[in-house]
C-alpha cells in the first residue's frame, strides 16, 4: 500500500468517526450520558473521556516527531507497511474481545464537562495530524508508545492506525452503550 493510499483511508475513517460520534452522543442529556449500561462498563462519557486522554498523549509527541523530522516531497509514494508491533496492535484493537486499559489511558470517576465536543476536537486533531505528516516519511519516522514503558517504537503510519482503530472500536462501545441505556 502506498503512504497516501493509507493516509486517504485514515482520513476517511477519520471524518467517518467524528460524524458518527456526533450523531450519537450530541443527542444525550447530561444524565444518560454518565449512564453506566446495566451489563457494567463506561458510560458513554467515559469512553469519550478515554479517548480525549489516549489523544492527548499521542498528539505531544506527534508533533514533536514531525518538527524534528525533514520532509520527503516523495514520500506519499512509498510503499508502506505496519512494523510487526504495530500491525499486532491495529488487530488487536479490531477484535470485538474486551480489553483492559492501560491505567494512564482509565477515565477518571467522572468525564470532563463537555466531553463530546473534546473528543470531536481531538479527532479533528487527529486527522489535520494526518495531512501535516502527508510529506514525510512514515515508515523512517518512529516514536515509542507513550502508553506503555516497553522499549518498542511504531513507524507514524502505525501510530496513527491505532489511533484510528482504536477510536473506531469505542465508537462501536458506544453504541452498545447507547442501545443498552435507551
Known amino acids: 500500500m502506498l503512504q497516501r493510499d493509507l493516509q486517504q483511508t485514515l482520513h476517511t475513517r477519520s471524518l467517518e468517526l467524528i460524524d458518527r460520534i456526533a450523531a450519537l452522543a450530541r443527542p444525550l442529556d447530561p444524565e444518560r450520558l454518565v449512564r453506566r449500561p446495566p451489563s457494567g462498563g463506561w458510560s458513554v ?23 524534528s523530522a525533514r520532509p520527503d516531497a516523495a514520500a506519499p509514494l512509498r510503499p508502506w507497511k505496519p512494523t510487526l508491533i504495530g500491525r499486532f496492535t491495529v488487530n488487536l484493537f479490531e477484535r470485538p474481545t474486551r480489553l483492559r486499559a492501560p491505567k494512564r489511558m482509565v477515565p477518571g470517576p467522572s468525564p470532563r464537562g463537555g466531553v463530546v465536543e473534546a473528543f470531536l476536537a481531538h479527532q479533528r486533531t487527529v486527522d489535520q495530524l494526518l495531512g501535516e505528516a502527508s510529506g514525510f516519511d512514515w515508515r523512517r519516522l518512529r516514536m515509542s508508545s507513550p502508553v506503555v514503558s516497553l522499549p518498542l517504537r511504531f513507524n507514524l ?14 465508537t462501536r462501545q458506544v453504541e452498545r452503550v447507547v442501545a443498552e441505556t435507551s
Not at 469519550?48 to 516527531?65: D, F, M, N
Open 45 to 67: 462519557g467515559h469512553v469519550l473521556e478515554h479517548l480525549c486522554v489516549t489523544s492527548e498523549l499521542y498528539e505531544p509527541p506527534i508533533r514533536a516527531l514531525l518538527a
Open 157 to 170: 503510519g502505525d501510530v496513527f492506525s491505532i489511533l484510528v482503530v482504536h477510536a473506531e472500536r469505542h
